[in-house]
């Protein structure tokens, strides 16, 4: 069974652009998040997506948006670019969304850089 | 807010020693997680603890989780240099049920 996948995984932006970042789950999972990591603040959640629904929301501005599509494939966006989104974004998806284990299977990454 | 406390945030060893590394809380979770995340790579699930006083063995490492289950220890026998990694706890804890990480402990094995 395919992993998650990420697209693209590098991207380099300048600030005040914005930027669509992909993922597509494990084939049956309905459940995607999203998160931010950096080294300081470590691993922070983003939001989650439970289909095509958004379940849970973390605290992030609302230049960070997401959508999840029939298919259960995932895009956030971030808008106005900061330098200090430049972060690894992690995507992860579960068969269910919560769930009492709420075992998650990560993607690669796309790692962002904001000049 | 509910936060998950690792120790320590670095650790660099030679092969075959034994180490252990602790994530604390002063919350109690139903359920804890460990994530092995190795350079350019997500996280990947080595285990799920449930139960208080459970341990949980995956070849060399070894999982418990505390038996009030707010706290686990990830314990590793005779480290290998494909140990190289960030070892992350995880726990459902946010306000809205997600998963919460703490920062992790970033392990380094030498030859």
């Known amino acids: 069974k395919a992993g998650v996948t990420q697209t693209p995984r590098y991207l380099i932006k300048t600030r005040g652009q914005q930027v669509t970042l992909s993922c597509s789950p494990i084939?049956?999972?309905?459940?995607v998040s999203w998160y931010q990591q950096t080294p300081g603040q470590g691993l922070q959640f983003l939001f989650e997506?439970?289909?095509?629904?958004?379940?849970n929301k973390g605290n992030f501005p609302g230049r960070f948006s997401g959508r999840q599509f029939s298919n259960s494939r995932s895009e956030m966006n971030v808008s106005t670019l900061e330098l200090g989104d430049s972060a690894l974004y992690l995507c992860?998806?579960?068969?269910?969304?919560?769930?009492?284990?709420?075992?998650?299977?990560f993607g690669p990454g796309t790692r962002l850089t904001v000049l | 807010t509910q936060l998950l406390e690792q120790s320590p945030q670095f650790l660099s060893i030679q092969e075959g020693e034994n180490l252990t590394v602790y994530c604390n809380s002063s919350?109690?979770?139903?359920?804890l997680q460990w994530y092995r995340q190795e350079p350019g790579e997500g996280p990947v699930l080595l285990v799920t603890?449930?139960?208080?006083?459970e341990v949980k063995k995956l070849k060399r490492l070894t999982f418990q989780f505390g038996d009030a289950r707010k706290d686990s220890s990830l314990h590793i026998t005779a480290a290998q240099t494909g140990d190289t990694g960030l070892y992350l706890c995880?726990?459902?804890?946010?306000?809205?049920?997600?998963?919460?990480f703490g920062k992790g402990t970033k392990l380094s094995v030498k030859p």
């Open positions: 992860a998806s579960s068969y269910v969304a919560g769930g009492f284990y709420n075992e998650q299977f």
């Open positions: 084939s049956g999972h309905r459940s």
């Open positions: 997506y439970f289909s095509e629904t958004q379940r």
């Open positions: 919350s109690v979770f139903s359920s």
């Open positions: 603890v449930v139960t208080g006083g």
């Open positions: 995880a726990a459902s804890g946010g306000s809205q049920g997600n998963l919460i």
